[in-house]
């Protein structure tokens, strides 16, 4: 067995209930395939700031450089999003916890469970097959470009910049998993209007020279919000940056049912770093009814991505599975066809996991 | 009968074959209610690029001013897509008009014909009834900000930038429209992650409380994205940046079943700028089979907006859905039910909705 050293911040909101979870089905799987992980906590978001004072406390920072993996849960709070003046805010602890362990590409896989078909507002015919991955990057762009208020306060702008290397090492990334699948990628920007956006493009025309096996196809970002939902099976690796993956990835998760059903994977220079790509979500925190499985499918993904662990990941993904065909869902993806006593709260859902990894 | 001089902008790819029949509805309800409508004619884009150098030359902005209203097409094309090093650019003479005219809103209403609830990829039930109307800022943002390219051509930027007046002046434009629709209005930004943003929500919270009957939402862009798709009904007014209002449009025009049934009125301080939402889609120009309806119901917002025509605007767009109601279709809006006979090219579906005006 192989012995490793885990941190989790569950963060905010629903991050508390559902990171449980994810942390349950990897000692589960330690046990059961003898390997030792040992688990840390480390505190981000509004929690930290109440506590601390900071958004990313120099702690919980410090764990991270020594972890193999971190599993994260979410961030953000309705406070914040209610007073656009406050200086100190949660989001700042997740942008510096990716910046500072360079994790420059966020991996998102999109990819219907078949027991699920029918949870999306999506007709089932354009969704069946549909099995897309993004690579999102995750440390420039507008979300880390020069932030300016004027002191009247009138005026206030975010600078959009990529540099060359930065666009080079993530393409490669992508390039090298499409090889790995259906050998397409799709690249996203807006070179019609944006000078970042050419530089992208510029850059990705080149790298897609040393995969001459891949099929490279660039797409506009608006056209692009429109073909994921117009015809998903389209695409099988999509390359975008950090704005229009943020936005493009949400918008996916509807191909996949539910946000509830999404992990991520972010990495780069050195630890991997896991998290749902649900938010907070403020609105059912506390009530014991969010979706463990998006927490617990990114544990998986560590499993795989960062310990190699290739095995142990699909008992997990197969675990989620047995559990849906089972007729188990957690309210946000259950339809009209659930029956009443198969509605489960976070708890129950994430019981039947582990029971089904046994 | 009213006077009115209207300047036709064909632009490139479809633009060419759509506006034609913008143009032929507007002389039709013309003729049929005694006005006096003069046509002129103006380049713009690529076709400009290619005659005189200039995407938006002197003489055709020179026109547009002097008109009372532009009907416009597309712009576009893949020679530019595929060299993101060209410095002239098609889409730089739209911009430019939007700029020079001072067109800084953009309304967009979506909304879907009862008859073409089979078209869309969403699930009918899902899409009935929804109805949203979008307001995009249209003359600030990271489309105009400053754009730099480092000498040694590795590092390229766009500033995203906003002024209080700007988003001022477009939240007032769609509290007003919200007042006369369901009174809801959703607030899209970036405020977790942009000064811009930030600054854009106080703004909107400000406005906000000269329309208590109003209900105001604010909604951060990836979520937007999501919902969207996942409950479109829940929208009615949504106001929204340049860059974020480009990508939901395109994404909701799923909701109306395709993206060639979307008209849109830009307006601002003087004249009104009416066009399709879709582009110059070049990989069907030439063919005669792109949908001329959504150049058709840009005139009739034309007709309701730029010359409160109110009764000839209704018109045109009963006549479109009497046209619909009896089965005709282009490609993009045919189903697996559309008849044979019944899926037209541009020019047949034109002159449908010509005899069903008269
Ligand atoms: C919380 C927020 C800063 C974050 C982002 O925009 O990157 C989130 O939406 C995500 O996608 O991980
Ligand atoms: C062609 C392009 C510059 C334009 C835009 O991005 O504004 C188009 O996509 C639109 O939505 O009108």
């Given at each position: 067995g192989v012995s490793k050293k885990i941190l989790v911040i569950p963060g905010d909101g629903i991050g508390q209930e559902v990171t449980a979870w994810g942390q349950k089905v990897l000692s589960a799987i330690a046990q059961n395939f003898k390997h030792e992980f040992t688990f840390e906590e480390g505190t981000m978001g509004h929690v930290a700031i109440e506590a601390?004072?900071?958004?990313?406390p120099d702690e919980t920072l410090e764990k991270a450089r020594k972890s193999d993996a971190i599993l994260f849960g979410a961030i953000g709070h309705a406070k914040y999003d209610n007073d656009p003046t406050l200086k100190v805010r949660p989001e700042q602890g997740l942008l510096k916890i990716r910046k500072e362990l360079g994790l420059y590409a966020n991996l998102r896989p999109i990819k219907l469970f078949d027991e699920l078909l029918e949870a999306s507002s999506i007709k089932p015919e354009i969704l069946r097959g549909a099995d897309i991955l993004f690579f999102r990057e995750l440390?420039?762009?507008?979300?880390f470009g020069e932030k300016k208020r004027t002191e009247d306060r009138n005026t206030a702008s975010d600078l959009m910049i990529y540099h060359r290397y930065e666009v080079e090492r993530i393409a490669r990334k992508a390039y090298e998993a499409a090889r790995t699948r259906r050998k397409k990628l799709c690249s996203v920007d807006k070179a019609n209007v944006l000078e970042a956006s050419r530089l992208w493009r510029e850059v990705v025309q080149e790298v897609a020279k040393e995969y001459p096996d891949v099929e490279t196809e660039h797409m506009f970002i608006d056209n692009a919000a429109m073909q994921l939902i117009k015809d998903?099976?389209?695409?099988d690796v999509v390359l975008t940056g950090n704005l229009f993956g943020d936005i493009l990835t949400d918008e996916a998760s509807q191909i996949a049912g539910s946000m509830g059903m999404l992990a991520s994977a972010s990495v780069g220079d050195s630890t991997g770093f896991y998290e749902p790509i649900h938010g907070s979500a403020h609105d059912i925190a506390?009530?014991?009814?969010?979706?463990p499985l998006a927490s617990i499918l990114s544990a998986a993904l560590m499993l795989d991505i960062s310990f190699g662990l290739k095995t142990e990941s699909q008992r997990v993904i197969k675990a989620v599975e047995a559990t849906l065909r089972q007729g188990f869902r957690t309210m946000d993806i259950a339809n009209k066809h659930t029956e009443n006593g198969f509605i489960m709260g976070t708890d129950a859902m994430g019981a039947k996991v582990l029971e089904n990894l046994n």
């Open positions: 601390t004072g900071q958004p990313l440390t420039g762009d507008v979300y998903p099976k389209r695409f506390g009530k014991g009814i969010a979706n």
